[in-house]
């Protein structure tokens, strides 16, 4: 339903065209690259890829569209990590429609959309976690065990378990799964 009333919304735009939409991150990525628009709106969640995995990736593979976040998440720690990631807008989805057309304007005009209260804040406490130690800490999140975690990421069992203290260490949490809560509140996970 959301991403219908999104669509809907742009298409009333005479400047924009949608040529794509998806439903998970993977098939995002598979499109974006199948046609090359010039803006790929996401969100942070979604199945598959997330909204900075997708922005990653896209980077990685050469694909020249610019990336625009439109997301529930009010939190520093994803605005600097999507912008870490090459994304060039960050918005939230209580924001006003015509705000979100500007904003992919200014995005496709080369500049960035940021929404101003959450730019000032993105710099304050900046993320303890290396991407490896997040990756195992997410998979942990989602119920893995360490061998399953291990197998996963093609690692070894002692080696997830260094990753995970690390986590917990950084972060001040009692187990893994304060640690994962505490990083997924600040938009670390």
Known sequence: ???????????????FEVVAQAR?????LSLALKHRPDIVVTDIEMPGLTGLDLAARLREKGCNCRVVILTTFARPGYLRRALEVGASGYLLKDAPSAQLAD????????????????ASEAWTEPDPLTDRERQVLRLADEGLSGAEIAKRLKLSEGTVRNYLSES???????NRVEAARLARQRGWL
Not at 1 to 15: F, R
Not at 103 to 118: E, F, K, M, Q, T
């Open 1 to 15: 339903m959301v991403l219908g009333a999104l669509t809907a919304l742009l298409e009333i735009e005479d400047d």
């Open 24 to 28: 998970s991150g993977d098939e995002a």
């Open 103 to 118: 904003a992919i304007r200014r995005v496709a005009g080369g500049g960035r959309a940021i929404d101003p209260s959450l």
């Open 168 to 174: 917990i260490g950084k972060l001040g949490a009692r």
